[in-house]
């Protein structure tokens, strides 16, 4: 993944543009994601796609033409959204078109100006400080860039499962030369896919690489019946630093996908942290809107906004490590293996316990202390398998992990002891989103 | 308010007669309450209303004729509801009918003895001692004082609203010269009412100043069918001296009116404590009897039988500050500007999130602070305006305080984003009262 | 009952066998307890009841014909399930068939070897290492025991009440020299029937000895049906030691008898440990097995396995006290006392408060302090005898014990201001076990 991370550093991506388009192409090496353009203009939800942005080149020079703020060393240095301009003018005058870091004078900010017309440099703090110290010089300035109709650009993975029923993850491609904050997502996003497309499914899986905001906006406009079919989902940014996990729970607060993450950041044994859903933040804030309100959460290792390097230019190659993004694939592969094999099953034999030395039950496992808790997750399992409690139900009643309850589920299905549950795995009640109180409140 | 509590605070109250009587007068010189007397005798629910105490002097003096306690300098000194006494007895007689705060021998304690015939006198403990070693000396006592047929007296201030539906605010009138038990209570509740008249209302008010136990018993007998209309309430007390505030909890304790007080002492930011219902203190005790079960709390500073000063002569102008009755009154103000305000909307977008940007939101408050504050109310208010939560359930889940909630809507409704929902302040299930099931039980 | 646990110490029990029959004919010394006899092969669900094994001799002697190890001096010494022997071997072969505690080297394990072909011997840990360390001897080893067809035998004690409901008690009777471990409980059980015995009764009681997990299985297949009228139970265990109360709650955790048992030691005012249900320990794990889920706690003193002188020779009488036995007792009978007593009333004054003072009710009870609870528990038990609260609600509301709130309720009724609710002591909505929701799926 790290690989994937360092290839697709150096373009300058933006909301719309070459540069999201260049990275879904790469990652189609790695998996057949579909590339969808939607037109500017186009009318999604209450906005509308926005014209394309291109950038060719953008510099400062000083009057011997030498350029002191270069685009092409860092993609960075331009705010990104910035409108044309090619112009000499005063420090005075463009002094207040530059953005610097006084707190941390080494590095460069990443700014944008998409919602407004306007134009900018990001700088060094040091640099703009000695440029301040030379007075009142003349410099050129050039931004070469245009604004012009084209499309918005999204890539979107669909993997089949056994059910129409589907889980989503969304990662966002819309950021410039930043490591952590998006290349990370998107590279555990693409191998995370790589995975799935080798496992047999019993969910179907979604997995959408898109700029933030408009692009999340775009594809539920685009895709507002297929959104009924998501049972689960999650966001997946910033997970290539060194921070512990960070999970945001989805609107409600109480999904499956809520308590499968905590379970399995808590079985992990490592540190982690668990918010609460916030409005605010990555694209939880489209898809868990009220019209949607889409069984999501969101997973990080540091969030956004909450350590140094975010948003500058030392959210760099060095910021994102081959562990911690391994680490982060893993995490998401034993989420998905929770959802894939968490079922409600039915004790064939409820009435006491069954004998299960007989059977070999005790002596199925390897230690003595692994045979314990071997033993213990039979018992429970038996328990409470009267079809009210699923497996991570039981996982989490009994202190064992997930993966010693399944383990003592198939060795007892396997002395057919338990059955699954006919009707365990569909939801007594359907789940009525926000959405659908607020169309029934439409209709009064 | 304290202007108020000094002129009342002479008066020799009781539960009956005419200290009530000229109590309720000068209070309509402010709000133009409305007084009835019920007859002495009327039968209301298990109790009849009593008859009526009069008092005009009492006092004990020595053989010289110097009164040593007289009712003159102190309404405190004479036990209220006593029967007459005219009579010469010696030291060791009249002892009996002496009372006194040993631990605080300056302070003459507040008795009566309303449902017994007995009579007596309330002393500095100092002074008794120097009697007692005086030995068996002979004294006058005197108590001029009637029990007849009279009537009950009480205010009652109604302030109708758009609706019905009413708030009900009951404060004591029956203690002679205490200034916080309960002249602080009826000060803020008579500004509150000045106060309220002022203002639009949603909710129609009722205040009730009443005698404790039997006003209120009284009041309830004959307002029976009027207490469906009660939607909300608070009895206040103890309103005037520095304790911070006691907020005692509804019979069901999940009440609105425990939320927005819960909400409006934690927004406060000053230490609170927040108890759960008892069934025994103030007028609590009938507004939730289990037949009546109104949704009322107790608001106080101090609690009542907490403060060394409760029940005596130290409960007097000083303790009572013209601060505190007006911190007292602001929070009585913000409970009813929530009870008025609190709605639920419906986000007229609820399809991913508006552009506040191009509508100006994002700018339309002051400091960048506060204007972050706002953006965040601003998105909550979006996020979860589907027609299940008010502004309240919005302000506790967001962590902001209601007032940013709230102008967060109203500029939202300004802009055709929010819109009030048709059925959201209404209550899904009508309010089941314990007297209800009492009613279909005893029908069995 | 210290006199009942010596009694029944010497005799050597097991699952089947004599000494069962001799323990439950003593207890019919003390209540007129049923014996059932269930011959061998009976199927009780998955299991079959076993061969009957009788032990009459067992022991290791040296070539001198020195008893060694004998079962005549502690039947502990002979694996419980052990096959006959009779045969001279060496020390190398022998080894491997005797346990010692190295930890405890003056106590003798206890063992059990029921569930496969085997025999061994449990002896000191020092003695063993003294005929270790004597190299290779031969050795005479004996053991004279049966394992045939016979019976499995248990106790039962039905006492009926008002109503078919019944509370069900068991204790199990196979161990052999252990007296915490089952003798205690035997003990407290025959007690606890003899006092409920002499009482009025609402419920109908049942209590059970019975051999540990074949014994459960063996009678809830036999009393498949009647285990509907079960509303509350207790497993007793380990009622002898100097331990503090731990109480393990039934399989759902919220049933009546969880509530009960941790009021009553709550208000017992001593230390205590209330564990959440486990599919493991005594026999719960029958009892609430997903088939019948009844609501069953445990009751222990130390918990087992959690003392170190569990399944070991000092679990002897010195380790077992009176005193602690007749707590035990306490305990039970104060848990049956609430069982019997909790029901819920009806305020036939419910609209204000009654008149309590001119009825004598404020001064119906002893000391001053004594006087208040008093007092207080009679308002609490008007406030909410609304038809919802049981007295145990009550009590548990008011921080008062279910002592105090039953004798004001019972001074209410007395007054004439408090009936018994006309459907106040059924439930709902019948309870519903995991069973009949099993039963339902398999039948679609």
């Known amino acids: 993944m790290y690989a994937l991370v360092s290839d697709l550093y150096p373009i300058c991506r933006s909301i719309t543009g070459p540069g999201v388009r260049e990275t879904l192409r790469r990652l189609q090496a790695h998996v057949p994601l579909e590339v969808h353009e939607v037109p500017t203009g186009t009318k999604v939800f209450d906005w509308e796609v926005p014209k394309e942005w291109r950038i060719r080149d953008a510099y400062i020079s000083d009057t011997d033409g030498n350029r002191i703020v270069d685009f092409k060393q860092s993609n960075l240095h331009v705010v990104s959204g910035s409108v044309p301009i090619s112009q000499t003018m005063p420090w005075s005058a463009l002094k207040d078109h530059l953005h610097t870091l006084p707190d941390h004078p080494e590095w460069v900010p990443y700014r944008t100006c998409f ?38 650009t999204y890539g979107e993975f669909y993997l089949p499962g056994e059910s129409r029923s589907e889980v989503l993850f969304s990662c966002h491609v819309c950021h410039p030369s930043l490591a952590n904050d998006n290349l990370s997502g998107i590279a555990v996003a693409t191998f995370l ?6 496992q047999p499914r019993r969910y179907s899986y979604r997995i959408l690489f898109i700029p933030a905001t408009i692009g999340a906006i775009t594809w539920l406009s685009l895709n507002q019946a297929q959104t009924a079919h998501v049972e689960h989902g999650l966001v997946l940014a910033l997970l290539g630093d060194s921070g512990h996990f960070t999970y945001k729970k989805s609107r409600r607060g109480d999904e499956a996908i809520d308590r ?12 982690h942290s668990i918010l609460d859903f916030e409005p605010f933040g990555y694209d939880q804030r489209q898809f868990c809107s ?10 990080m290792r540091s969030a956004n906004e909450q350590f140094p390097e975010y948003h500058t230019s030392a959210d760099n190659l060095d910021l994102v490590r081959p562990r911690y993004l391994a680490e982060s694939l893993d995490a998401c592969v034993a989420i998905t293996d ?9 004790n064939r034999n409820p009435y006491g316990e069954p004998r299960l030395g007989e059977r070999g039950l005790y002596r199925a496992f390897g230690s003595v202390a692994d045979g314990a808790r071997a033993q213990r997750a039979t018992l429970w399992v038996l328990n409470l398998s009267d079809g009210h409690n ?3 139900d039981i996982a989490e009643r009994s202190g064992l992990t997930f993966h ?3 383990r003592a589920a198939h060795a ?4 057919e002891l338990l059955e699954e549950c006919p009707d365990g795995n569909e939801h007594a009640q359907p789940r009525q989103s926000a959405g659908t109180r607020i169309n029934q409140l439409e209709k009064l």
Chains 1, 2, 3 share one sequence.
């Open 412 to 415: 007892l299905i396997d002395h």
């Open 390 to 392: 699923s497996l991570l």
């Open 115 to 152: 919602h407004r017309e306007d134009w900018g440099f990001c700088l060094r703090h040091d640099l703009f400080e000695r440029l301040d110290a030379q007075g009142e010089q003349s410099y050129e300035v050039c931004i070469d860039a245009t604004l012009a109709d084209g499309s918005l």
């Open 290 to 299: 009220p019209g949607f309100d889409l069984p999501m959460g969101c997973l």
């Open 260 to 271: 499968i993450v905590e379970h399995v950041l808590r079985q992990s044994g490592s540190d």
């Open 193 to 198: 896919a790589k995975h799935l497309r080798q």
């Open 404 to 406: 010693e309850i399944r």
């Open 338 to 346: 929770v959802l894939e094999a968490d079922r409600t099953y039915l």
